[in-house]
């Protein structure tokens, strides 16, 4: 083999082994779960159609994980310290990019208000997000 042929199979083989290392980092499941020895439920399945004007997903006192799956478009989020509406300022704000589903543990972010707004939408337009809460 001449020298350019070496590199270049040298140059295919590198990227072969960084697209498989890259597979297997990407691909690992998402965690969520409930304080050691006991079980998870869903307790509630929703299906919001989120725009420009921000909506109130969910405010329970109790949950063991929140997971919100977005479609095409990002979302932010809102969470609260308090269940109850107006209560509490904002405890933390969350960016959330189109098509990911991200779960959100309550030992890590709570179980109190949480609320939703496109960030992409212009005006009137409206695009579906799942959440899912466990108990």
Partial sequence: MNKKKTLSFISVLVLLVLAVVGFWTVSEPA???APPGLQVNVATSSTFLIGNIAKILTATTTCSARIITTTGNAVMLTLYANAL???????????????????YEAQTYGCGQMSV????????????IIFIETR
Avoid: H
């Avoid at 707004?117 to 579906?128: I, P, Q, R, W």
């Fill in 117 to 128: 707004l496109g960030v992409t939408f212009s005006n009137g337009t409206e695009d579906a």
């Fill in 31 to 33: 965690e969520s779960s």
């Fill in 85 to 103: 509406q107006g209560t509490s300022t904002p405890k933390i704000g969350i960016f959330q990019a189109a098509s990911t589903t991200v779960a």
